[in-house]
């Protein structure tokens, strides 16, 4: 079983940068794909970013691309979020998930089976 665990939100003008960092236990993660959701005050979770347990293969969402890079380190088990270039949007509770079982990457939220509970991120204008 693979728990995910988030950490490194906060508050940030408009316009800065914060790296959310997504550390989980067992060794299933390191051959995981992983993925960066997000839900923003009264909205659906939706797709940020993803990266295949290679490391070799990343999605973002349109509304990222460009400012948001999705790094991971499988000796840590860490995938790390860098968000650059912040905007009041952006705000919403970003979630981490794994999916341990996926042959190909994805974009979909019910392909990923653990889920961390969420960081804040607010962003101020």
């Known amino acids: 079983q693979v728990q995910p665990v988030e950490s490194g939100g906060g508050v940030v003008q408009a316009g800065g940068s914060l790296r959310l960092s997504c550390v989980a236990s067992?060794?299933?993660?390191?051959?995981?794909?992983v993925g960066w959701f997000r839900q923003g005050p009264g909205k659906e979770r939706e797709f940020v970013s993803a990266?295949?347990?290679?490391?070799?293969?990343?999605y973002y969402s349109d509304s990222v691309k460009g400012r948001f890079t999705i790094s991971r380190d499988n000796a840590k088990n860490t995938v790390l979020l860098q968000m650059n270039s912040l905007k009041p949007e952006d705000t919403a509770v970003y979630y981490c998930a794994v999916d341990s079982t996926s042959a190909v990457l994805s974009r979909r939220s019910s392909d990923y089976g653990y889920w961390g509970q969420g960081t804040q991120v607010t962003v101020s204008s």
């Open positions: 990266m295949d347990w290679s490391g070799a293969s990343t």
């Open positions: 067992g060794r299933a993660f390191r051959y995981s794909h």
